[in-house]
């Protein structure tokens, strides 16, 4: 009878708490995903790469698991607590009837573990196929391929997920049965009051809200314009302000509610109600709605900067070149001898040199190059921050790199792009790619259409074409703020023969398409490292670009999704505490002749406005708050495409919105079950 009724009432509260009961298998599966992280396959890759990066990677998710442990452990308890106070007439009952407290106590133990264990068992398989999921698209969109892809199960991490989960479950129904125990037998027969607050006067909450929406106003200008990214100070002082900001509006949200519930002329059925029962919540709970809609901002946020700076570095750069050889203790010279002595020239489709080097014709290093006629036209364009930052940029350039252009061509026809025609007296500009943003690239390829006059050492130039960024070697480190591109006679000229030589290497495409690039590249390291021939590989590069997507798409995602569960249970257990303590209310309602259907709409709409309004707050503020994160945390040559990563930004919103339909999808069918109750004559006790 016993192990009857704990089955019973375990299968009851999962139907009446299926929104609570979802939460906690997302969690779970969240759990599992962010822990065997070092189990997936590119985590592997990345470990050979970067195992310094992986490392503090690795060393970080202990601590996302255990602050997000500790957020759901509030969440739960918070959950718990109205399960509880729900049943608090259940449990007076069973005490009448003669059941121990001790019994009550078992009782209810058994079914919080059996929810438990049922959720693990349904969360860690779907945890598993997601991960996988994860997994083999991750590898897929760097371009690894399948190959050599596993199944991996990771025992450590369905311990952790289980014993993280078991243990603030417990924590929570430990401190909930204990302050449920302590209260008399009466106490729990006997409904709790919904509890009052001080009202103030109309004008203030008026004043509130628009105080809040100055501080959020100037939250967003200080964050989008960069000064709250210049110090830690100004971004202390820009969090407090948005916070702040959002408190006000939600404390003054109101004011608002109980113009509408007056204004508008005829209001048919229930709707003045709804107005007068949502001004209640949000004077009740102002401070709950403001922190959900932070929680639903910041995860908006985490989504667009995860997938956007993730996007970016899995597709920032193109693959153009596969190894560098030489500049590390062997010559580009003695890395080829060596190449075409082994045999292993043959696995390459293209081989060959970049030469740069510095002006050795003169020792005055302070004058070697001139570009006065660039200055000037860059000092006399509109003043802005992209005009200004690149005029202070090129004040620093007199002793420039100079480029050989015969190589520059080879890497540019291995790239797809047009070549260097460079005529007599001509030149071109190269620039990292990286350090040049989009706006100030279009400054300087509007500049060098007039073909601008330059001195080199005495030499008159005309600077011609686009300004180059192609990387120039596989190797990241090395990057060319500004460098001139010149014919080789120049080159050999000016440089007298003091310059540094790099062997670029395109394996052969044949021999990728048999196998996969990270087979073939892997066996050439091998070769390469079997044959004593010191190189830099793409994939060492690529590792670091990997390190950026797993960390800013893996933790990003993971805690938005932390976020969003959080922010979206604790609302719908408010609004159904909200809306059983006011049982009495519809009951009247019904009395004076509300149907059920009338009242399942009525409280739709209570359910829309108490989802809307900190879901459209967070919408607003992530327009600014994703804009602010790109132009904070993205290099400068992605700020060019911010519209595109704002766009990115937009399809999340798009997610939310459908994350939310769900979540008020379930309220609706919980609170329309409740009201169904209601239409039962009820008992005298």
Known sequence: MFYKMVMRNSRRSRKENG????????????????????????????????????????????????????????????????????????????????????KLFAMLFAEDLGGSLLALALGIPSAVLLSELISLVTARLVGLGIIGHRFTFSPEAVLGTAAGFLIIKLAAFLLISGRIAAQETGALL????????????????????????????????TAISGISWENAKAMGLTLLTGLAGTGLFFFGLRALLGFLAIAGGKRRGLEVFDYRQLQEQ????????????????????????????????????RHVLDYTFGGKGMSAEECGEILEETGLDAWFSELFEIRLGYIRTTDDHENAFCMDSIMTEVSQLEKSREQEIL??????????????????????????NPLLELGEGEAAVYMDGESLSYQRKVIMDHILKGRPEVVLDGTVLHLTGEVQTENLVTDRVIRLSFAVIVPDALYEYYTQGDGSIYLNGILDKVLCEETSLMNAVGEMNDRLDDAGIPYEGYLQNMGRQLFFLVAAGYI??????????????????????????????????????????????????????????????????????????????????????????????????????????????????????????????????
Not at 299 to 315: E, K
């Open 19 to 102: 929104l609570f009961f979802s939460s906690l298998l997302i969690s779970i599966v969240a759990f599992y995903v962010i822990l065997s992280l070092p189990r997936q396959d590119v985590m592997l890759f990345l470990e050979k790469m970067e195992s310094n990066a992986v490392d503090r990677l690795m060393g970080m998710i202990p601590v996302f698991f255990y602050v997000t442990l500790i957020l759901l452990f509030f969440l739960i308890y918070y959950a718990g607590s109205y399960q509880m106070d729900r049943r608090r007439h259940e449990f007076g009952v069973y005490l009448v009837m003669g059941m121990r407290r001790r």
């Open 190 to 221: 006997t409904d709790k009051p919904s509890g009052t607050k001080r009202q103030l006067p109309l004008p203030v909450y008026w004043a509130a809200a628009f105080l809040g929406v100055v501080l959020l106003g100037t939250a967003y200008g």
């Open 282 to 317: 949000v004077i009740l709970r102002s401070n709950t709605l403001a922190v959900s809609s932070l929680l639903m901002l910041a995860a908006l946020c985490c989504f667009g900067a995860g997938v956007g700076v993730a996007g970016f570095y899995g597709s920032g750069e």
């Open 391 to 416: 005029l202070n940029n090129l004040s620093y350039v007199s002793y420039p790199y100079l480029i050989a252009v015969s190589g520059y061509n080879r890497l540019l026809a291995a790239a797809g």
């Open 556 to 685: 990003t995602i993971y805690l938005a999704v932390i976020f969003l569960i959080i922010a979206n249970t604790v609302l719908g257990v408010q609004f159904l505490m909200a809306q059983r303590k006011s049982g009495r209310r519809y009951r009247t309602l019904i009395r004076l002749g509300a149907s059920h259907q009338m009242l399942c709409r009525s409280a739709g709409r209570q359910i829309g406005w108490y989802f809307g309004i900190p879901t459209l707050v967070a919408v607003c503020s992530s327009f600014f708050g994703i804009r602010a994160l790109f132009s904070g945390l993205l290099p400068t040559i992605v700020r060019g495409s911010i519209l595109e990563m704002m766009q990115i930004g937009a399809s999340m919103i798009f997610v939310l919105f459908v994350i939310e339909s769900v979540y008020v999808a379930a309220m609706k069918r919980s609170s329309n079950r409740y009201l169904l109750s209601l239409m039962v004559p009820e008992r005298e006790e």
